[in-house]
Every structure is written in structure tokens, then in C-alpha cells.
């Protein structure tokens, strides 16, 4: 009963360098979502997908893309990294519905130098 | 736009005391609310919710009251335990788009 997964867990990247985070889920969720959580201010909203082929902004997109070409995977890129997008970054699923709860990946510790 | 406000932290109590976390949100229209516990190095898990005013969610001995007058969901237990030494969110959901979180409390229960 994988969930949600994330890899890498932990990353350390030089700025101006790209990546890419990898979600996948297995509960065959149609809304996903990206979050990084840094101390202070709790978790705020980068992308979000609410189905296959599907992406919007949320609370704090610049300086990231997504892409969800099949269901159960989420993508999150950074194309020229900057110290700034230092943080830990957690994927998250969930079914329809402002009554469901959020699945949380357990999480990517980036770091940016 | 929809927004929540925790207490802030961090919070020390010692084993069997009374927890109690303030919430209060700010929405346009009737969210549900949840709260949500990260216990070191893993993702949120839900603790639990509340769908409506005046529902009580509870849940391993802590319980939250949706109070709409006061647009509040304090997290209370009655005795913590050293086990529940964590990072606790308060977080409204509004539509099927996003959950919007507070900034988090962290708890330390000491023996």
C-alpha cells in the first residue's frame, strides 16, 4: 500500500542547475497537488492538477513547471534553480470533494547553493 | 482570499497536561476544516475534521468543534503524552482546487 511516493528525498543543486521531482500515487486520484513548506509559513500551493493532462497556478508558481501526462504522476521542474527555492516540497492527492482529505508524500529536502 | 491563522509556537507542555492549539479562519463561504499532524521527517496525515458548524471531529483523544460565530477549530486533548510531540496544522478547504494551512504549531510533551 505504496500511497503517495516521492523521489528524490533529498537533493542539493547549484544555482542555474534544473530537476525534476517525481509524485506518483496509486489510489487513482484525479486531484493532485505540489506544496513546499518552509518555517515560518506553513505549506503554500505551487502548482495543482484536478486530472490527466490538467495543470493551474496556485499560490506561488513562478520559477516552476509541471506536467501530468499520465494519472498517477505529477511532475514538478525547476528549469534554472535559485537559493530562494531552498525548501521541502511535498506532493499530495486527494479525491473530489472540499470534504476529502489530502494524501502527503513524506517529503524532498532541496537545497539550492 | 481564504486564510488560516495558528497559534504560534512552539508549545512545551509536560506529560498529561491540557493541549490546547488555537485556529481561526477567513473564508468567502462554508470550508471544512481539518487539522493535520508531521511527525519528523514525514508528510502531513490527517488528525481530523469537521464538515460543518458545530460538528466535532475527533480523533486518538483530540477533538476539534467547528465554531462558525467565532470562525474557529481549536485543537484541544485532555492529557498529551510524549508521543504526540509533532508539527500541527490547521488547514480549511474550501473547493476542490486547494487546502490552505496555517503556519503550523510545534508541540514538545517532556516526560
Known amino acids: 500500500n505504496a500511497g503517495v511516493t516521492q523521489t528524490p528525498k533529498f537533493r542539493v543543486l547549484k544555482t542555474g542547475q534544473s530537476m525534476t521531482l517525481l509524485c506518483a500515487q496509486d489510489?487513482?486520484?484525479?486531484?493532485m497537488y505540489w506544496y513546499r513548506q518552509d518555517p515560518g509559513m506553513g505549506l503554500r500551493l505551487i502548482h495543482y492538477?484536478?486530472?490527466?493532462?490538467?495543470?493551474a497556478k496556485g499560490e506561488v508558481p513562478d520559477g516552476y513547471n509541471v506536467s501530468r501526462l499520465k494519472k498517477q504522476n505529477f511532475l514538478l521542474g525547476l528549469e534554472s534553480a535559485a537559493p530562494s527555492q531552498t525548501s521541502v516540497y511535498f506532493c499530495?492527492?486527494?479525491?473530489?470533494?472540499?470534504?476529502?482529505?489530502?494524501?502527503f508524500g513524506s517529503g524532498t529536502q532541496l537545497s539550492v547553493l | 482570499g481564504d486564510s488560516v491563522t495558528q497559534m504560534e509556537g512552539p508549545v512545551t507542555l509536560s506529560e498529561e497536561a491540557f493541549l490546547t492549539i488555537n485556529c481561526t479562519y477567513t473564508?468567502?463561504?462554508?470550508?471544512?476544516l481539518f487539522w493535520y499532524v508531521q511527525y519528523p521527517g514525514e508528510g502531513l496525515q490527517l488528525l481530523l475534521k469537521?464538515?460543518?458548524?458545530?460538528d466535532k471531529g475527533s480523533n486518538k483523544g483530540f477533538e476539534a468543534t467547528y465554531r462558525k460565530e467565532t470562525t474557529s477549530f481549536h485543537l484541544e486533548k485532555g492529557s498529551v503524552q510524549v508521543s504526540d510531540s509533532a508539527v500541527y496544522f490547521c488547514?480549511?478547504?474550501?473547493?476542490?482546487?486547494?487546502?490552505?494551512f496555517g503556519a503550523g504549531t510545534r508541540l514538545t510533551v517532556k516526560p
Open positions: 499530495a492527492s486527494s479525491l473530489g470533494g472540499r470534504n476529502e482529505k489530502l494524501f
Open positions: 489510489m487513482n486520484h484525479e486531484y
Open positions: 492538477s484536478v486530472g490527466e493532462g490538467t495543470t
Open positions: 473564508a468567502t463561504g462554508y470550508p471544512s
Open positions: 469537521a464538515t460543518k458548524a458545530d
Open positions: 488547514a480549511l478547504r474550501y473547493n476542490n482546487n486547494d487546502m490552505r
